[in-house]
T-cell receptor
Framework: NAGVMQNPRHLVRRRGQEARLRCSPM?????VYWYRQLPEEGLKFMVY????????ESGMPKERFSAEFPKEGPSILRIQQVVRGDSAAYFC??????????????FGEGSWLTVV | AQRVTQPEKLLSVFKGAPVELKCNYS??????LFWYVQYSRQRLQLLLR??SRESIKGFTADLNKGETSFHLKKPFAQEEDSAMYYC??????????FGTGTSLTVIP
């Protein structure tokens, strides 16, 4: 069972360009989470999605950022008109549909975005 | 509302010394709590969960509902324990909230 797969692992964008980060959850998982980790800082929640549904986007910046998890295909975190402050590691995690006690979330290896 | 608080951003201890990483939470129901560890530039990995009452790599954590805490402890720190540690709270509906993390450095 492959783990959570994120790509690209490293992405360089110029200011003003768009960045698209992809996340394929573990097999059988239908919940996806995106977190941002800024240099020398902790993990900040961004958005929580089920397929075709955003459950909690309270951590998403109001502008330029969007996320989706379509019925088919990976979840995508999209950042439009990137700025230097968007440079960070973006981690995706997934969990099973069931909310049974003990279920936890599994992380991908992260996508490192550098804005130049 | 802040659900998980890790008051120490940085923590340094000498090798062989005891270590305690603090975590406090705010939640009115019955929480499920976890500790995750992230070694340098790697993915976060589950370290332990409170319902398992397990000890992993010498670490333990006890849920104290009275103090709403879930501190992570190890009696003798090792150099390989140097990492970022995150406390996490799981709410019904599979929503996970992480603290801001504590960077542990074990000094040789």
């Amino acid at each position: 069972n492959a783990g959570v797969m994120q790509n690209p692992r490293h992405l360089v964008r110029r200011r003003g360009q768009e960045a698209r980060l992809r996340c394929s959850p573990m097999k059988g998982h239908s919940h996806v989470y995106w977190y941002r980790q800024l240099p020398e800082e902790g993990l900040k929640f961004m958005v929580y999605l089920q397929k075709e549904n955003i459950i909690d986007e309270s951590g998403m910046p109001k502008e330029r950022f969007s996320a989706e998890f379509p019925k088919e295909g990976p979840s995508i975190l999209r950042i439009q008109q990137v700025v230097r402050g968007d440079s960070a590691a973006y981690f995706c995690a997934s969990s099973p549909l069931s909310g049974h006690s003990g279920n936890t979330i599994y992380f991908g290896e992260g996508s490192w975005l550098t804005v130049v | 509302a802040q659900r998980v608080t890790q008051p120490e951003k940085l923590l340094s201890v000498f090798k062989g010394a005891p270590v305690e990483l603090k975590c406090n939470y705010s939640y009115s129901g019955s929480p499920e709590l976890f500790w995750y560890v992230q070694y340098s530039r790697q993915r976060l990995q589950l370290l332990l969960r409170h319902i398992s009452r397990e000890s992993i790599k010498g670490f333990t954590a006890d849920l104290n509902k009275g103090e709403t805490s879930f501190h992570l402890k190890k009696p003798f720190a090792q150099e390989e324990d140097s990492a970022m540690y995150y406390c996490a709270l799981k709410r019904p509906g599979n929503q996970f909230y992480f603290g801001t993390g504590t960077s542990l450095t074990v000094i040789p």
